[in-house]
């Protein structure tokens, strides 16, 4: 992140990054905010170059191991929100054409991907892997300007951490009868799997990898956002050899996934996104036997006492809300911060704030990059204007968005009460609500209030109270002192409207098998 000492001018035209290119908020447009006496330390853009990734025109559906047209040949645009351009046309699936890949997927299942032992099913995934690690460029540089995330978590989180769920479950394939899930773990068959925007490829490898590992084949259907890098995935599929029909990718809208999710030759349905959709799937799923896990929203509490380190709270605070520009369901966006120490950790935030660069997803240097999408702009826009309407007093740095593009300024809700929407409702954006408490109790309870149950942070020097909060939060991932860590061995998942079933480690096997 930012060192606290860079300035830049947008304006100077010495070399400093533009709003456009990257420029540190806090800053204003017309002069540098060094004091007197202190050095300017310029950021000099640096960005990643697009050339390593060859964009096609149009891109088909992957299905049985090729790429085609959808069958009544609809297509749809993927732009860069970062700009607004398009990228590329992407086929929007229709009925005939699930029909298609769910019997690839089926056909491949019963006469190639069951039968086969799971030490031949591991080499698949390892080859996978290492695929993604050596075009891990191509990948991370195509995540960027389709999904509008900055170059340097697509390089350092999203597709690193794809390749480690691979590698991982590819370990397990022929170990699946030690997984503690009986002497001979059947798979469940063809699985549906439906995934967001905000980590596109991680959330196929997600949902790939463990389904893979225990022998069911896939169909996916990314969103409509962001398809590309689950088309390049697919490439990776070819080249690695995997039988055809093995994994099928279906482009297409929310009608696409819904017709994934209903058709009858699916048995096993998994899910990431809205509580809304997800709610919508589940009624589709009841009274059938497809099984189904569902990852959907949180409202996490990011919980600060005050023997905390400051400091490190505070970058775990920023990295909890504005990692990925705050779209992620485990965001911490309510800092429940002690009362005591209130005003000193939002100040110390502000500053840090201020630090952080926004701009270019593709230049190393941003922090925070574009909103994926209008409508998605649109709705943190509506949230925060109800945040002010309700009486919480809004702040951000001083920030000169691009002219072009999705863009929402880092925000910060103080004053802000339990009744507010701000703190409420999921706002999938790059806005904090603060909220304060005096006890250990009240911080339990306050925290606790919410419809969801997916993550928390605890941030204290006490282990016997880290140990203490983490029994009472009713919450599936609980981080102390950090925040957003993630690891293919460890599970993850919610409880309440978060959703049910657990993706990652041991337990994210069991969710696609018979067990
Ligand atoms: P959705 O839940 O609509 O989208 C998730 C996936 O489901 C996408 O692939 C989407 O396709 C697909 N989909 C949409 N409708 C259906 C349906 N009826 N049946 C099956 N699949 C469907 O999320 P949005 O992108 O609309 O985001 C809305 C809000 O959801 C965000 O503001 C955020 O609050 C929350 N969200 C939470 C996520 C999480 O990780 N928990 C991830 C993404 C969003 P398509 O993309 O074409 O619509």
Not at 80 to 109: I, K
Not at 205 to 217: D, E, I, R, V, Y
Not at 424 to 442: A, K, N, W
Request: with cysteine; charged share 20%; proline share 7%.
């Amino acid at each position: 992140m930012g060192s606290g000492k860079a300035r830049s001018s947008p304006a100077s035209g010495r070399g400093g990054a533009t709003a456009d290119r990257g420029a540190a908020l806090g800053e204003s447009a017309s002069e540098p905010a060094a004091r007197p006496g202190e050095p300017i330390w310029h950021y000099a853009p640096a960005p990643e170059s697009r050339d390593v990734v060859s964009i096609e025109p149009e891109y088909g559906l992957f299905v049985a191991g090729t790429f085609r047209p959808a069958a009544d040949g609809r297509t749809f645009a993927t732009v860069n929100p970062a700009t607004e351009e398009p990228l590329a046309q992407v086929a929007a699936a229709g009925q005939a054409d699930v029909d298609a890949a769910v019997g690839a997927a089926r056909a491949a299942y019963e006469q190639v991907w069951q039968p086969m032992p799971g030490s031949e099913r591991a080499k698949y995934l390892y080859r996978i892997a290492r695929q993604l690690q050596e075009r891990a460029r191509e990948f991370a540089v195509l995540e960027s300007l389709d999904n509008g995330k900055p170059i340097k978590e697509s390089r350092d989180v999203d597709i690193p951490l794809a390749a480690a769920h691979f590698f991982y479950y590819a370990g397990w394939a022929d170990k699946l009868e030690y997984a503690g899930y009986g002497p001979d773990p059947r798979p469940l068959g063809v699985a549906g799997q439906v995934i967001p925007w905000n980590f596109p490829l991680l959330m196929a490898a997600w949902k790939l990898a463990p389904a893979l590992a225990a022998g069911n084949t896939c169909v996916l259907k990314p969103a409509e956002t962001t398809p590309l890098t689950a088309l390049l995935l697919a490439e990776v599929c070819q080249q690695a050899g995997l039988p055809p029909g093995v994994v099928n990718v279906l482009t297409g809208a929310g009608d696409t996934g819904a017709a994934l999710v209903r058709h009858p030759g699916v048995t096993k349905v998994a899910f990431t996104g809205s509580t809304e959709v997800g709610k919508e799937i589940a009624r589709t799923v009841a009274g059938t036997d497809k099984k189904l896990t569902l990852e959907l929203g949180g409202k996490a509490a990011n919980i600060v006492f005050d023997d905390a380190p400051v400091e490190q709270a505070v970058e775990g605070i920023v990295n909890g809300i504005f990692f990925n520009q705050g779209h992620v369901c485990c965001a911490g966006s309510r800092l429940l911060v002690q009362e005591s120490v209130a005003d000193i950790v939002v100040e110390r935030l502000q500053r840090r704030l201020a630090t952080l660069r926004l701009g270019d997803p593709l230049d190393k240097n941003t922090d925070i990059g574009a909103i994926n999408s209008r409508q998605q702009l649109d709705k943190i826009n509506e949230l925060t204007q109800a945040g002010e309407a309700e009486g919480a007093q809004r702040w951000s740095p001083p920030c000169q968005l691009p002219a072009k593009g999705y863009w929402f300024a880092p925000t910060v809700f103080t004053g802000v009460s339990q009744s507010h929407r701000i703190a409420r409702e999921e706002i999938f954006g790059p806005v904090l609500s603060v909220l304060t408490f005096r006890t250990p109790d009240e911080a339990v309870a306050k925290a606790n209030n919410t419809p969801y149950g997916l993550s928390a942070g605890i941030w204290t020097d006490k282990g016997s109270r880290i140990l203490w909060m983490a029994q009472q939060l009713r919450a599936g991932v609980i981080w102390a002192n950090t925040y957003n860590r993630f690891d293919p061995a460890s599970p993850f998942g919610g409880y309440q409207e978060s959703g049910y079933g657990r993706e990652g480690g041991r337990h994210g096997l069991a969710a696609y098998l018979n067990v």
